[in-house]
């Protein structure tokens, strides 16, 4: 590691969205294949580093829900891209962190941060209504990953415990399990990511129609931008008790045993 502490890999020299485009089944682009294992070959030989992190929402697959075709419709090629990152890695020891979310928050955040980010258009209800509840099974996700890299290799977090800590503890709690010893820097909260309100995602919904892609972008961090100047904020949630029940039912049971395996109290997603 660098006497600074941590380098980031600037995004010119290899993007997360272009590891994650390699790792697809389908992937047959010559050259991103040469540049991702160029890349990673480069960075398991060197002595600069003792410790590599690579971090992304979608990592090792899609998490959009409504993607289509099927095998790329939320985490639908997880197997594939686990194995093939796994060959990837070519260094002495590699870790997965996962983060996971109770099924119902996190069909609720990732609408309001799709609408966002200008991708999604459409209300709620359209949204929940595509959704394939069999597919939000965390357990999946979890045995496809201690099948590619050990059930000693991957440590579960609960979003929800460490979010009620703050930003700093959540990152404390990162380079812990990390095994990294680097001082937190001063986070800025005025720069976090914070979701929409119900009424600024109205505002959205409304202003959507007709826009491009770009445009739509652009305005979802206007509005954004115009979230983090209220101080009494609240966070849009869409999801209704029906729908809640709805969403957690089919995976009760499962969520239960997941928490326990990793040692977590699983009332924390009661």
């Known amino acids: 590691m660098p006497a600074e502490g941590i380098r980031y890999i600037p995004y010119t020299e290899l993007t997360p969205h272009r590891v994650l485009s390699y790792l697809h089944p389908k992937a047959l682009d010559s050259s991103l294949r040469e540049d991702v294992e160029s890349f ?9 580093y003792d410790t590599v992190v690579l971090s992304a929402e979608s990592l ?19 197997q594939h891209s686990a194995a093939r990152m796994a060959d990837l890695c ?9 983060y996971l979310r109770r099924q119902d928050t996190f069909v609720n955040s990732i609408y309001v941060e799709h609408v966002k980010s200008g991708v999604l258009g459409v209300p709620f209800r359209s949204f929940y209504d595509q959704l394939e509840l069999e597919l939000l099974s965390w357990s999946r996700i979890v045995a496809t990953l201690v099948d590619a890299f050990g059930r000693g290799h991957l440590h579960v977090r609960v979003f929800e415990s460490l ?14 399990v990390a095994k990294l010893s680097c001082q937190v820097p001063d986070i800025d909260l005025g720069k976090s990511n914070r979701n929409l309100s119900r009424g600024a995602l109205e505002r959205a919904l409304k202003a959507f129609p007709g826009m491009s892609l770009p445009e739509r972008r652009a305005y979802g961090r206007m509005l954004q931008l115009q979230e983090r100047a209220v101080l009494n904020h609240q966070s849009a949630r869409l999801i ?31």
């Open 60 to 78: 090792f697959s899609y998490s959009n829900l409504w993607m289509r075709p099927p095998e790329r419709f939320f985490y639908g090629d997880i």
């Open 90 to 98: 070519s260094f002495d020891e590699v870790d997965v962190i996962l």
């Open 40 to 48: 990673f070959g480069s960075v398991a030989r060197s002595a600069e």
């Open 240 to 270: 209704t008790p029906t729908q809640q029940r709805g969403v957690l039912r089919p995976h009760e049971q499962d969520n239960a045993r997941l928490l326990a395996d990793f040692g977590i109290d699983p009332s924390l997603w009661d």
């Open 163 to 176: 979010a009620e800590l703050g930003p700093r503890r959540f990152v404390e709690d990162f380079l812990e």
